[in-house]
């Protein structure tokens, strides 16, 4: 199946590791030129030489988005590179903030990191995208925006995200832009959450396999990042403010659209 992405320009946030590096593979094996940010320069350095390096036309960037002027900056960063067609919210996560009675400034940590950040690039980044009629954004945003599970605050504003997308995404539709969003369910990737559980806690991921897991098993980076390039893709024009679950049975709210 042609995707018809073939030369079109992305960003992804995130890239390093995980779901971001099987992403930034997945779009680059379409032929999708890309910029990959994420905190550890030796993880992106590594990515992009998987890519076939800068001579190839992707573009690594080791940045930290956490500080105000980041996004500003990274948009300098990457002004060569030409207009963006595809950005893709991958930076996120709970920062091992699990106390729903966190401080104040926990809770603006995980606003900015899990919601704002989205947010204030699209600021910069859709304006070009509605002036040339086609765009694709998507957010990587969890199930845990649809149901209790995970910590409060990362919870919270993964369903402000998840709201936002739907949202955004009628207003954006007139204008050639598809905004959407993929709520992961659990999915293992080397170095991550249930990596280490896996090895310190077997018994926890048994039970959870099998207690909540329908299919058995844990989700692959690759299944996630084939579904993600396809709403990136020409092929998903109606796709406006799709919220796609993508957990393998392991959420038990209902998804409306």
């Known amino acids: 199946m042609d995707l018809n992405i073939k030369g079109k320009r992305a960003l992804i946030t995130g890239a390093g590791r995980g779901l971001g590096r099987a992403i930034a593979t997945t779009l680059s094996n379409e032929g999708v030129k890309v910029v990959c940010v994420s905190r550890t320069k030796k993880d992106i350095e590594e990515?992009?030489?998987?890519?076939?390096?800068?001579?190839?036309?992707?573009?690594?960037?080791?940045?930290?988005?956490?500080?105000?002027?980041?996004?500003?900056?990274?948009?300098?960063k990457i002004n060569d590179f030409g207009p963006l067609d595809i950005v893709?919210?991958?930076?996120?996560?709970?920062?091992?903030?699990?106390?729903?009675f966190c401080s104040i400034e926990d809770w603006r940590k995980l606003y900015r990191f899990n919601f704002e950040l989205a947010v204030e690039l699209n600021g910069l980044i859709l304006p070009g995208m509605q002036k040339r009629q086609w765009g694709r954004v998507c957010h990587i945003t969890s199930i845990?925006?649809?149901?209790?599970?995970?910590?409060?605050?990362?919870?919270?504003?993964?369903?402000?995200?998840?709201?936002?997308?739907r949202s955004m995404g009628g207003i954006l539709a007139p204008d050639g832009v598809v905004m959407s969003a993929i709520l992961p369910g659990a999915v293992f990737t080397e170095g991550?959450?249930?990596?280490?559980?896996?090895?310190?806690?077997?018994?926890?991921?048994?039970?959870?396999?099998?207690?909540?897991?329908?299919?058995?098993?844990?989700?692959?980076?690759?299944?996630?990042?084939?579904?993600?390039?396809?709403?990136?893709?020409d092929l998903a024009s109606f796709n406006t403010g799709s919220i796609v679950p993508v957990d393998g049975g392991q959420g038990r709210g209902y998804f409306g659209q």
């Open 47 to 76: 990515l992009i030489n998987n890519l076939g390096g800068n001579s190839s036309g992707h573009l690594g960037i080791a940045m930290d988005l956490m500080p105000n002027s980041a996004p500003t900056e990274l948009m300098v």
């Open 192 to 233: 991550g959450f249930w990596d280490t559980a896996s090895r310190e806690r077997p018994e926890h991921v048994e039970k959870y396999l099998t207690e909540r897991q329908r299919i058995g098993r844990f989700g692959k980076p690759d299944e996630i990042a084939n579904f993600v390039a396809y709403l990136c893709s």
């Open 88 to 100: 893709i919210h991958n930076a996120g996560g709970t920062l091992d903030i699990s106390d729903p």
């Open 144 to 165: 845990a925006a649809m149901e209790n599970q995970g910590p409060v605050p990362y919870c919270s504003f993964k369903a402000a995200l998840t709201a936002y997308t």
